[in-house]
């Protein structure tokens, strides 16, 4: 089955590719390795057809998400470490930084595709300060992390 991961926040996310590596602009589609081709996509929960947003889950607060094919995500049952693996994390956990520093806070889900309804399996608070490596990103399939930035002095 396909693994998604979904992030929401107060404030807008950015869409689009994340981590890809082509050979140069006028080729965006050739790659040197496969590896320069891993990389996360993330679309926003704005439906253009009829001008408005949805939700991703109802296990979500806020009204800006998106979601993102995740199949290089692991579960904690899963962990590889191949390159695959920590550079689809990298990008998790850069986008993430880059999301909570903008908003001071999100929520950051993963879900089977078809089960973002199903009731939650766990649902934490946590700092991000606390997040000291890409793989504390690595939550079970219907965890919830609602992951706030409070800075202390």
Known sequence: MTQYIYIASPMSLPQGSFGENPISPEKP?????????????????YDSEIKKRFSYSP????????AGYANQIPFPNTISGSSEEEKCLRILYNY??????????VEYFTSLNGDEDLALSNKRSVNWEDIKDP?????EDRELLEITLWKCS
Do not use: C, M, R
């Open 96 to 105: 993430l930084e880059g999301a909570i520093e903008k908003s001071s806070i």
């Open 135 to 139: 793989y504390d990103l690595v939550i």
């Open 59 to 66: 296990h979500f607060t806020y009204k800006h998400q998106v």
């Open 29 to 45: 589609n050739v790659f040197k390795t496969e590896l320069d081709f891993v990389h996360l996509s993330f679309e926003t929960n």
